[in-house]
Antibody
Framework: EVQLVESGGGLAQPGGSLRLSCAAS????????MHWVRQAPGKGLVWVSH????????TYAESVKGRFTISRDNAKNTMFLQMNSLRPDDTAVYYC??????????WGPGTLVTVSS | DIQMTQSPSSLSASLGDRVTITCRAS??????LNWYQHRPGKAPKLLVF???SLQSGVPSRFSGRGSGTDFTLTIASLQPEDFATYYC?????????FGQGTKVEI
């Protein structure tokens, strides 16, 4: 079964850091572009970042550029999101998703990040 | 960035109703339009890709239409498991962008 599972969420103080992980199984992880998408409380889905198959190309939403870093370890079938200088408006459920030519499929169940003092 | 606008933002419907959700892109995106279903506490699920192609395993009561800037998602006969929020997403131009969502509730 193709599956993605996020972890690493939790409570962080403003200005703090968290590192999210996305563990993949059931498919050849290293052949797919991967993405992070977030949903703030009561809001819609917002794209955060993407990484290509070998990690040589990454892109970010303007709101996180310079603070978040996406990476991947294909040998461990895992993608990461290093989040620094966290702000209260980074509070959200963070989802990882696989990009296929048919869209984002599948998505993980998400991990909650709360930024508060 | 390409802006995606859905309407309505929410709607109330009953079991068996026919429901249509509209999505408009700020510029032409051809048929690079996907629809997702998102139930609370669950992972978003791909329903329709390239505007009108049904993802494997998705019930045939779901259908998508449109091209260019105007798209629709229709649920032919609403079932209990269809009460959720639906999002359109363009994959024509990076970055990928989503509509604000349409919540379908009783």
């Amino acid at each position: 079964e193709v599956q993605l599972v996020e972890s690493g969420g939790g409570l962080a103080q403003p200005g703090g850091s968290l590192r999210l992980s996305c563990a993949a199984s059931g498919f050849t992880f290293g052949t797919y572009w991967m993405h992070w998408v977030r949903q703030a409380p009561g809001k819609g889905l917002v794209w955060v970042s993407h990484i290509n198959t070998i990690g040589s190309t990454t892109t970010y939403a303007e709101s996180v550029k310079g603070r978040f870093t996406i990476s991947r370890d294909n040998a461990k079938n895992t993608m990461f999101l290093q989040m620094n200088s966290l702000r209260p408006d980074d509070t959200a459920v963070y989802y990882c998703a696989r990009e296929t030519r048919f869209g984002f499929d599948p998505w993980g169940p998400g991990t909650l990040v709360t930024v508060s003092s | 960035d390409i802006q995606m606008t859905q309407s309505p933002s929410s709607l109330s419907a009953s079991l068996g109703d026919r429901v249509t959700i509209t999505c408009r892109a700020s510029q032409s995106i051809g048929n690079y339009l996907n629809w997702y279903q998102h139930r609370p506490g669950k992972a978003p699920k791909l329903l329709v890709f390239t505007a009108s192609s049904l993802q494997s395993g998705v019930p045939s009561r779901f259908s998508g239409r449109g091209s260019g800037t105007d798209f629709t998602l229709t649920i032919a006969s609403l079932q209990p498991e269809d009460f959720a929020t639906y999002y359109c997403q363009q994959s024509h131009t990076a970055p990928p962008t989503f509509g604000q969502g349409t919540k379908v509730e009783i």
